[in-house]
């Protein structure tokens, strides 16, 4: 199977580099419900590594190789990998031993899952997973009507980095095009690596992520079997409202 994230997985903690502040809202979450907790889409192991560093027990799943085997070495290098378990497994599909007291998708991953049957195969695979009781966090964007308009595939200048481990300067572009009917918006990220002797090496990676509703998302978690808890505006769990960057949904495994 080819990998879907292959590609980015090289500049992926380069281009998150400084990206923290969900950190305290997600130790707090780890706090309350205690180990082990799971991670959906845990790419290369930016939050599995400080919950592990706290002494929590952590299940990391994702579909990528290529970002299992940074997070791996990451964990190795912080002499941790004793405290995290790390699977290549869709989680549509989760197949796992035992079960969890908080789930998680952070960064908006959740809305790599497309369709409806998409959503609720993750959903169902989660319940399954989730201890009586037990809590899942959905971390997601607020979707900006205006904001959204100008998604027309104009490739745009995102940011320049410098890659410490190679000395390369690494130009991100980005693209979106938004399809308001489906609630899809295709993304393209253009990576121009120019290394030191002038060679510029361009990658490629298109992907795209469904975007959801205050209700919808209610009604979806209710569907699925969920108690709602709460839907919150940002990481400081201020109320949700109109105007939020973030909708986040904390939802309860019914005992």
Known sequence: MTDPYGAYARFYDLDLQGMDEDLPFLEGMAARCGSPILELACGTGRALLPLARRGFQVTGVDVSPAMLAIARSRLQAAGLDGRVRLLQQDMRALELEGRFNLAFALVNSFSHMLTLDDQLAALAAVRRHLEPGGIL???????????????????????????????????????????????????????????????????????????????????????????????????????????????????????
């Open 137 to 255: 966090i959905l971390d997601l964007f607020n979707p900006d009507m205006g904001r959204l308009l100008d998604f027309r595939g104009h490739l745009v200048l995102d940011k320049q980095m410098a890659d410490p481990l190679t000395g390369h300067t690494i130009t991100k572009y980005r693209s979106e095009q938004v399809d308001l009917g489906q609630q899809i918006i295709d993304v393209t990220y253009v990576m121009d690596e120019l290394d030191g002797e002038g060679v510029l090496r361009r990658t490629i990676f298109p992907f795209a992520l469904r975007y959801f509703y205050r209700f919808e998302l209610e009604l979806l978690l209710r569907y699925a079997g969920f108690e709602l808890e709460a839907i919150y505006g940002s990481y400081d769990l201020e109320e949700f409202g109109g105007e939020s960057p973030k909708m986040i949904a904390v939802a309860r495994q019914p005992c």
